[in-house]
C-alpha cells in the first residue's frame, strides 16, 4: 500500500469518529478493505467474547451510532452483525518459511471530544474534521491505517512465520483488550507488539519499548438508600449522596505508596432527587493507577475498603465493580535488538531509543503482552514520533501523516527479517 492510500485511509476513519464497542463504520471499512484482498479474517467470536465486556453501550446508543454509520454509507446488515457480535477483528496472514506468530494490536476506538474548528487546525482545514461528537484524540486512526497498511503489504507471503493483526475495540477506558484475551486472540502468539503514534515526540523517532506505563482499574460503586422527606422525616431517609460523597473524598486522600507512583481520580457524580428530597441513588465513577501491578492491587483494596465504609457509615448498599482495566509490562530485549535492525533500514527514522518513558499513560495494549509473555513469548509497546501539535486527548490533537508512514515501514521491515 502506498503512502497517499495509507493517508486517505487514515482521514477517512478521522472523520467518522465512534466510541469504543461502537466502531460500526470504521469496522466495516476495516473488514471490506481485508476482504477485498482474500485476507484472512476472524470476527465475533473468535476475535472477542461479548459477553465478557464490562460496560457495554446501551441500546440507545447502539441505536444512535447504527443510524449514523449506515446515514454515513455503512451497510446495514454489517451494522447489524457488529451491534450483536462485537466489532473486534483479526487479520492473520502466513509466510512462506517458517518463523515466528508475530502480533499486532492496533486500536480503532475515538474520544468524547469536540475538534477544533479553526482553519490552522489540519483536519479542519484539509476537509476531514470529524462529523460526529467524538474525535480521534489519540491517534488511533492512524493505527487503524497502519494495520490495514501492513496487511496490504504483507499479503504478497514474502515473511517467516506468521503475523496476526488485531483491531481492537474501546481502549479508551481499557476496556476493549480484556474481552480478546478470553477469546483467545493471544493463543500461539509468540512476540507480542502494540504502535502508537505521538507521544509528544518528533516524526523521525521512535521508542522500542514504553517502561513507564501505568497499571489501571476503572470502577462504577451505585450506592442505594431510601428516599425521604428532607424537613419533615430526614431520619427515615438513606443519604446515598452523602455516602457518595464521602467515599469521593475519601479516594481523593487515599496513601502515596513508597514503592510506586500512584493516581486515583473520581471522574463522574450522579445523584436522583431535588433540594426537598432525601438522594436514594447516586452513583459515581472512579480510576486507580500505579506503576507497579502489585501496588494497584492493594490500592484498589483500599479504595473498595472506604467505598464499603461510606456505604456502612450512612445506612446504604453499594454495588461497587470494574469496567475496564490495564497492567504494566516491560520490553523485552530481544525485541528491542529486532527493532533497532529494522529501524536502521527506514531511513526516516532518524533517533531510535531502545527503551523510554511515554508519560504515564494506560493501555490495555499491555495486558495482551503480558498474556504473550507470561506464556514465553516475547512482548513490547512501541511509540513512534508523530510531532503532534497538542497534547492527547486535546481537540487540536493531530499526527504528521509521514510518521504514520514511517510506523508502517519499520513493522514491516521488522516482520520480514
Known amino acids: 500500500m502506498q503512502p497517499d492510500r495509507i493517508i486517505a485511509l487514515r482521514r477517512q476513519f478521522h472523520a467518522h469518529a465512534e466510541p469504543g464497542f461502537l466502531e460500526y463504520r470504521t469496522a466495516s471499512v476495516i473488514l471490506a478493505e481485508l476482504r477485498s484482498r482474500d485476507i484472512p479474517v476472524t470476527t465475533g467470536a473468535g476475535a472477542i467474547d461479548v459477553a465478557r465486556i464490562a460496560l457495554p453501550p446501551t441500546q440507545a446508543e447502539q441505536d444512535e451510532w447504527g443510524r449514523r454509520a449506515v446515514e454515513a454509507g455503512t451497510p446495514a446488515d454489517d451494522v447489524a452483525y457488529f451491534r450483536q457480535h462485537g466489532t473486534a477483528i483479526i487479520a492473520e496472514l502466513q509466510g512462506n518459511r517458517p518463523g515466528p506468530t508475530w502480533g499486532l494490536r492496533v486500536d480503532i476506538d475515538a474520544l468524547p471530544v469536540e475538534e477544533e474548528s479553526a482553519d490552522d487546525h489540519a483536519p479542519a482545514a484539509g476537509g476531514y474534521r470529524s462529523v460526529t461528537p467524538y474525535m480521534h484524540a489519540c491517534g488511533h486512526d492512524g493505527h487503524a ?37 478470553d477469546a483467545g486472540v493471544t493463543r500461539g502468539v509468540d512476540r507480542m507488539l502494540a504502535v502508537h503514534l505521538g507521544g509528544n515526540l518528533p516524526t523521525g523517532s521512535v521508542v522500542g519499548g514504553v517502561t513507564d506505563a501505568m497499571a489501571t482499574t476503572k470502577w462504577t460503586a451505585r450506592f442505594e438508600g431510601e428516599a425521604s422527606h428532607a424537613a419533615a422525616a430526614p431520619e427515615l431517609g438513606r443519604h446515598a449522596l452523602a455516602a457518595a460523597a464521602q467515599a469521593t473524598l475519601a479516594i481523593l486522600g487515599l496513601t502515596r505508596f513508597a514503592a510506586a507512583d500512584t493516581r486515583v481520580n473520581v471522574g463522574t457524580f450522579h445523584a436522583d432527587g431535588s433540594a426537598n428530597i432525601i438522594p436514594a441513588v447516586a452513583t459515581i465513577t472512579y480510576e486507580t493507577r500505579s506503576t507497579s501491578n502489585d501496588v494497584l492491587d492493594d490500592l484498589n483494596r483500599r479504595a473498595e475498603a472506604v467505598v464499603q465504609g461510606a456505604a456502612q457509615m450512612y445506612g446504604v448498599t453499594v454495588i461497587s465493580k470494574t469496567y475496564g482495566s490495564a497492567a504494566v509490562s516491560q520490553p523485552d530485549d530481544d525485541l528491542l535488538e529486532g527493532l533497532a535492525r529494522a529501524a536502521d533500514n527506514v531511513p526516516a527514522v532518524t533517533t531510535f531509543t531502545p527503551k523510554g518513558a511515554s508519560g504515564g499513560g494506560s493501555d490495555d495494549a499491555h495486558l495482551l503482552i503480558r498474556a504473550v509473555q507470561e506464556a514465553g513469548g516475547l512482548g513490547t509497546y512501541v511509540f513512534v514520533g508523530a510531532s503532534n501539535p497538542a497534547p492527547h486527548h486535546h481537540r487540536r490533537f493531530d499526527v504528521d501523516e509521514n510518521a504514520i508512514v514511517i510506523a508502517v515501514d519499520l513493522l514491516e521491515n521488522l516482520f520480514r527479517s
Open 145 to 181: 491505517a497502519i494495520g490495514l497498511a501492513l496487511a496490504d503489504r504483507l499479503h504478497d507471503g514474502d515473511f517467516p512465520g506468521r503475523v496476526r493483526i488485531l483491531f481492537q475495540p474501546a481502549e479508551e477506558g481499557v476496556r476493549g483488550a480484556q474481552p480478546m484475551i
